[in-house]
């Protein structure tokens, strides 16, 4: 499980207002190293910067809402904010900046500041209602909340995104101030590089942990899926002592509540269904706290460490679109999913390079001061989702398909 949970109490970092250290880093293309060292992202394509522009001039309040499919998402916004000739403020997860002091301190220069994902966070609540409401910069949050490593699918987004951007319309109107507009911005990875080179050796090491012979007689296709089933039927085996029936959907959803349903039975009164990242989040929110305060025990505090790695494998598997590589996988695709085995197995995936970052930025929508309490799902959600699924599916199409012959 990666380091994503902080045994300590919360306290909310700030983000750095100056601009002459984001500036210099943003001037000089600083962040183009580091994306590619650690990354392996080459080059990028920016469309469309000339709609984020026009908000620009116009002074309106900007969200962008771009989706999370990479860690080397965040660091691209630099490069937006590069080509749009401005700076952003950013809401990133509290256990980055606890990561390693460079790390943390980089975030915070370059405009990111933190929220409490165990928690109503009204601190960072605030500060990115306060940056819409001024307006100099914009404002950039992950409404998926998660890295996905599904560059195709957008997950289920969080509703904290519209209060925030409702509540800073209904200020700026206070103030004749002007809108607030959000901007849904599309990521899109390309590969260029050569994908059996990439990815034979990962396949090889899992299947070397697996105690198999490499499987390099198989065509990729095959390969990946029998590796991806042994990877299946271990937890299986782990949570449900036999390796389970049905289709793959069937087999990922019940694994899913077989770890989330004793979980909220017993701290949220009931199982739930729906969405896994709401979900786990929920749960978080009431195992945590008393974690983070040192009100436990230490068997109490194992037990919920234990709790929490099943939050956490939830989360990953429902990572796994059960039809991502039916039908014509694409080479992103089938990378991504590779990538996804390694990672799930050793916390980390090695970096493969020849990533080229195609960052689409939408057309604006109008934040209303109000919302539409009879409507069931909230309209700004609903829009922005709709807009980014467009996007996506548009750049999914760049994606070249794999052929086993060439």
């Known amino acids: 499980m990666q380091d ?39 080059d990028y394509e920016i469309r469309h910067i000339e709609k984020l522009r026009k908000s620009l001039d116009d002074k309106l309040g900007v969200l962008l809402t771009p989706n999370h499919c990479r860690t080397a998402d965040p660091l691209l916004m630099g490069w937006v904010s590069r080509e749009a000739r401005c700076l952003v403020y950013a809401m990133a997860s509290w256990h980055l900046f606890n990561q390693n002091w460079f790390e943390g301190w980089a975030i915070r220069i370059m405009g990111g500041f933190s929220v409490n994902r165990e928690g109503v966070d009204r601190k960072a609540i605030n500060t990115a209602i306060e940056v819409l409401e001024e307006g100099d910069r914009p404002l950039v949050i992950f409404p998926e909340g998660t ?62 942990r697996l105690s198999w012979q490499p499987q390099s007689h198989l065509p990729l296709m095959d390969r990946i899926r029998k590796v991806g089933l042994a990877l299946l039927c271990l937890k ?108 799930d197995l050793s916390d980390k995936a090695r970096i493969h390079g020849n990533l080229k970052a195609v960052i689409d930025i939408g057309e604006p929508i109008e934040v209303s001061p109000d919302r539409d309490r009879k409507a069931k799902v909230d309209p700004l959600m609903a829009e922005i989702e709709k807009r980014l699924n467009a996007m996506l599916n548009e750049l999914a199409a760049e994606s070249p398909s794999y052929n086993e012959d060439k």
């Open 147 to 208: 890295t996905t490593r599904t560059n195709d699918r957008l997950h289920a987004m969080l509703d904290g995104v519209s209060f925030i951007a409702r509540s800073a319309a209904k200020k700026r109107q206070k103030h004749e101030a002007g809108k607030v507009v959000v901007h849904p911005v599309a990521i899109k990875y390309l590969f260029q590089g050569d994908l059996r080179a990439a990815v034979d050796p990962v396949l090889e090491d899992i299947e070397h």
């Open 236 to 343: 299986e085996l782990e949570y449900f002592d036999a390796a389970q029936k049905g289709s793959l959907h069937e087999r990922l959803v019940r694994l899913i509540n077989r770890l989330l349903h004793p979980l909220e039975e017993e701290w949220l009164g009931t199982a739930q269904e729906g969405p896994v990242v709401p979900r786990v989040r929920a749960l978080r929110i009431k195992i945590m706290p008393e974690m983070v305060n040192g009100e436990l025990d230490q068997k109490e505090k194992d037990r919920r460490w234990r709790q929490l790695t099943d939050l956490y494998l939830a989360q990953q598997v429902s990572c796994y679109p059960p039809d991502y590589l039916n039908t014509e996988p694409s080479v992103d695709r089938i990378l991504e999913t590779v990538e996804r085995f390694e990672e």
């Open 4 to 42: 994503i949970h902080i045994e300590k109490p919360y306290q909310f970092v700030p983000p750095h207002r100056g601009n002459f250290l984001p500036g210099l880093v943003r001037d000089f293309n600083l962040l183009a190293y580091h994306l590619k060292t650690t990354e392996g992202v080459v």
